[in-house]
């Protein structure tokens, strides 16, 4: 499994695209948003039910949007909480940016390396085809895998760092499966922000 460079990366992908950008924010930006998510966000602890057993979700999440849509994945309903003014800038400068639309956005606490989220694809319905997600990392870096779902030469990992920005298209989430795995090295606190359009 190939660790990528940290570098500004685009990954021309068997069917599907991956955008890496390592300084999206600058690390005055990025320490000032941790900070507020990890004080302002009133985050959940939901149960997940995997192969007919029930648990604590190995994260914590929260879930905001400027219209009413419910998000469910893994028999988890999200109701969505309004965009906060420092989240819907944050929005507007990822859709200023890049072109692409968003509605709404999926965040995740790891608070240490036991926090994890295993091996899936973000293409749930209400994300229709070819979905765009931005997701943007804060904190402590984790590694960010991912493979093809037939290609078995295709699988790469790439280091998320403290205010980087990947964005995944094309694709990806219909071919491609990613998860951010545990580890078992001391680690601090992680958050992400995953904007995405939700119809």
């Not at 229709?128 to 904190?139: D, E, R």
Request: charged content about 25%; hydrophobic content about 35%.
């Amino acid at each position: 499994m190939d660790l990528l460079s940290t570098e500004k990366t685009i990954l021309k992908l068997p069917q599907a695209c991956i955008t890496y950008i390592p300084n999206f924010l600058n690390i005055n930006e990025a320490h000032e948003l941790f900070g507020y998510l990890r004080k302002d966000v009133d985050w959940q602890h939901d149960d997940i039910t995997l192969f007919g057993k029930t648990y604590k979700q190995p994260r914590l999440t929260a879930f905001y949007s400027d219209t009413k849509r419910t998000y469910t994945y893994s028999n988890i309903t999200m109701e969505p909480r309004l965009f906060t003014p420092k989240l819907l800038k944050l929005k507007r400068q990822l859709e200023l940016t890049f072109g692409y639309q968003f509605n709404s956005v999926l965040l995740n606490l790891y608070r240490d390396g036991s926090d994890s989220n295993g091996w899936h694809a973000d293409n749930e319905k209400e994300l229709g085809k070819k979905p765009v997600i931005a997701s943007i990392s804060l904190g402590a870096e984790r590694l960010f895998h991912f493979k093809h779902r037939t290609l078995k030469h295709e699988r790469h990992k790439l280091k998320l760092e403290h205010g980087s920005l990947l964005i995944m298209s094309g694709e990806m989430q219909e071919y491609w499966l990613h998860q951010i795995p545990k580890t078992k090295k001391p680690i601090g606190e992680r958050i992400n922000l995953t904007f995405r359009h939700i119809i």
